[in-house]
């Protein structure tokens, strides 16, 4: 028999959902502000104002205004988590979904990814905050990467913690210069062309 508190209880992961959902109503109304007005004129109660939320609820989702600045990040790293969940094919084919994915994904939101670059270079605090997602894309690569050289199908004797390293080096570097230079090009199109230096070098030799 069911009792009332088991009738009246919130369906699971209902509070979680919640949270996601005002989390990310902050994040959208403060990149609205942050591209309409830009970074520096936007206080952090000019977002809590578009977002329709109390002060004590942004910082118990972000600590800091520039915090917002990695937010980005942090959901593109998550959805190319779950997009890489149901990919098949190896470690060469998934290493290259995961930039692909990443270019992509910049490529479909040209503003936000420039303002978030060019904010985070200028600021200490975002940097370290930018770093830490960088070092968990290094980790799902290293990953991919070692799964590989069990495989077979990559060449053993080089760490992957450091081919995951110089993977995602390689793409913040480019994705830097095309969030902030002059000269416009095809993110992908250059993501792929940099992969293909890297694999050139991680690819097993032919027997």
């Given at each position: 028999?069911?009792?009332?508190?088991?009738?009246?209880?919130?369906?699971?992961?209902?509070?979680?959902?919640?949270?996601?959902?005002?989390?990310?109503g902050i994040y959208e109304a403060a990149m609205r502000l942050f591209l309409e007005r830009g970074y520096a004129k936007v206080t952090v109660e000019d977002v809590c104002d578009a977002a329709d939320v109390a002060k004590g609820t942004f910082f118990l989702h972000f600590p800091t205004k520039d915090a917002l600045l990695a937010e980005y990040g942090r959901q593109a790293t998550d959805e190319l988590r779950e997009r890489l969940a149901g990919h098949r094919g190896g470690a060469a084919s998934a290493l290259r979904f995961v930039l692909h994915t990443l270019a992509e994904r910049a490529e479909q939101h040209p503003e936000m990814v420039r303002l978030t670059v060019?904010?985070?270079?200028?600021?200490?605090?975002?940097?370290?905050?930018?770093?830490?997602?960088?070092?968990?894309?290094?980790?799902?690569?290293?990953?991919?990467?070692?799964?590989?050289?069990?495989?077979?199908?990559?060449?053993?004797?080089?760490?992957?913690?450091?081919?995951?390293?110089?993977?995602?080096?390689?793409?913040?570097?480019?994705?830097?210069?095309?969030?902030?230079?002059?000269?416009?090009?095809?993110?992908?199109?250059?993501?792929?062309?940099?992969?293909?230096?890297?694999?050139?070098?991680?690819?097993?030799?032919?027997?």
């Open positions: 028999m069911q009792t009332t508190d088991a009738l009246t209880a919130p369906e699971p992961g209902r509070r979680a959902r919640k949270k996601a959902l005002t989390r990310q060019r904010e985070t270079m200028a600021r200490p605090s975002a940097i370290e905050q930018s770093t830490e997602q960088g070092r968990n894309l290094g980790m799902l690569m290293a990953d991919l990467v070692r799964r590989g050289q069990g495989a077979g199908e990559l060449k053993r004797g080089i760490l992957p913690e450091v081919a995951g390293a110089v993977l995602v080096a390689s793409y913040f570097t480019i994705v830097n210069i095309w969030a902030t230079g002059s000269e416009r090009f095809d993110l992908t199109d250059v993501v792929e062309q940099s992969l293909k230096l890297v694999m050139h070098g991680l690819k097993k030799d032919k027997a």
